[in-house]
């Protein structure tokens, strides 16, 4: 239902109000916030640090605590990397589609008929595995 929802709701949105350039600019403190929450509520970021990493833990040296450190110290490091290089992507990205208004028109309706084509795959999908 959410997809379809979203589906509506973008479907709503006009392609000149998608192209204006309005810079907002979050403070420092708030994005470090935000990013914090998203990080420590991610499901997949807990069950990586609850059930994969101990397992690169070597449990006979004394130094359980020191591993842990440097192997999530190590994990933060690639997903810094990781999700830097997607931001730089996608801003590259928004910068050529707003660009042109039909790319617009294009995307978005590339983008709805995704989500209604995953929400009807998601209804007959319990219709058809229970």
Known sequence: MYLGYSAIKASKLDAEDMQKKE???PS????????FWV???NPK???FFAAILPAFVDKDK?????QLLVLG?????IAFISDGSYGLLAGTAREWLSSDIKRLILMRRFGGAVMIGL???TIS???IFG
């Not at 420092?28 to 990013?35: E, P, Y």
């Not at 110290?73 to 490091?77: A, E």
Request: hydrophobic share 50%; net charge neutral.
């Open 23 to 25: 810079e907002i600019k």
């Open 28 to 35: 420092l403190i708030n994005s470090a916030v935000n990013g």
């Open 39 to 41: 990080g420590v509520l």
């Open 45 to 47: 970021s807990i069950v």
């Open 62 to 66: 004394n130094t359980i605590t020191q």
């Open 73 to 77: 110290l190590i994990f933060c490091l």
């Open 119 to 121: 929400g009807l795959f």
């Open 125 to 127: 999908s319990i219709y």
